[in-house]
Structures are given as C-alpha cells and as structure tokens.
C-alpha cells in the first residue's frame, strides 16, 4: 500500500502561507550545500505529487519556466516530469504536462490510489488538502521543514481540523541555514 506523505514549510509561529496566502518566504538560502542536498535527494521520488488548484496553479506557474531551469535545475527537471494530481471543483483543465485533474471525492480517489503499486505520493503545500485528509486518516507521514522567520499571521496547514490529531515524532535534522526537518507519523 503506497503512503501519503505531507512535505511543508512552516514559519517558527506555524504558518504554512503569510497573510496574503504566499510561500515565497521559504526559500531557504542557497549557500547552505547540506540544504540543497538535502532537497535534492528528496525530489528523487517517483511518486504522484498531490495538489490543491491554488498550490497546483503556483506550482505551475514557476517549475516549467526557465527560470526554475536556471536556479534549481535538479528540482525543476523532478518537478515537471512526476505525475501530478490536482484536486479542484472549479478547475477546467490542468496543463502542466503529467497532470491529472479529480474534481470528484478527494478521499476516495486517495484511498484508491493508495492501493495502487508504486514509491507513495507526496502532497506539497495544499493546506486544504492537507486539512481534510489528516481529518480521514489518509496521511502516513508528515515532513515539516521549521524556517527560523516569525510571520505572525497567516494560515497553518491544518486550518478546519475539527478533532485532535495525536502524531509521534520520527526523524528530525538541523541545517546550517537554520532550517529544522521534523518528521511525524500518527500516534497509534
């Protein structure tokens, strides 16, 4: 059964977007080289990535441009080659190439795809996906990279969680950049 990993950057304060719902404040320092290794060996999966349209439309976006080409040669080349899933309901088409659109129940193509063959899929950003699939139970792994920058206002990622979600901490790494890696699986 494949996995459904979460790989967000959240703030110190825990938001995932600022007040205007951008993540531009991420991006982390390039002269950090265990950093850029880092993100480089972790866009070596082969699985799906999973988006929300908002997130899907940023992504969209930059990644086919050659400015992404230019800066971040490894992640781009991943990035537009991966299959791509997006959820929307008011999305007419999705054009980034790989890209499939599900405007139907958003845990129930999850949970099908999850018992299909392959590595395990990986949502990025999409706080609301996020939200509503940790509230099914549908998320094995949450990867969260702390940036050391204090927003104060924004939205988290499990905005419109109505019950407690009990995680267990995993694996956690420190980088030079100051960037904090945590992973987290839910408690059983």
């Known amino acids: 059964m494949q996995k459904l990993v979460v790989f967000n950057h959240v703030s110190l304060d825990g938001y995932f977007v600022d007040v205007n ?7 982390s320092d390039h002269q950090d080289a265990e950093w850029n290794a880092f993100v480089a060996g972790n866009a070596k999966g082969d699985g799906p990535l999973l ?17 992404a080409d230019q800066h971040d040669p ?19 088409k999705a054009s980034w190439n790989n890209t499939k659109l599900v405007k139907g129940d958003m845990a129930a193509e999850i949970r099908k795809m999850k018992k299909e063959p392959g590595e395990g899929m990986a949502i990025l950003g999409s706080g609301s996906i996020v939200s509503q699939l940790a ?3 549908l998320i094995d792994v ?3 990279v ?16 109505k019950e407690k979600l009990k995680l267990k901490l995993t694996k956690t ?3 030079g950049n100051g960037n904090v890696f945590l992973c987290y699986e839910p408690a059983a």
């Open 142 to 144: 949450y990867q969260v």
């Open 135 to 137: 509230q099914e139970g």
């Open 74 to 92: 490894v992640v781009a080349e991943r990035m537009n080659k991966l299959p791509k899933v997006v959820f929307s309901r008011t999305l007419d």
């Open 173 to 175: 790494r420190t980088f």
């Open 51 to 67: 988006f929300g349209r908002v997130t899907y439309e940023l992504m969209a976006s930059y990644w086919p441009t050659p400015i």
């Open 21 to 27: 719902g951008s993540m531009s404040w991420a991006k």
């Open 146 to 161: 702390v940036n050391p920058i204090v927003l104060g206002k924004g939205r988290t990622m499990f905005d419109g969680v």
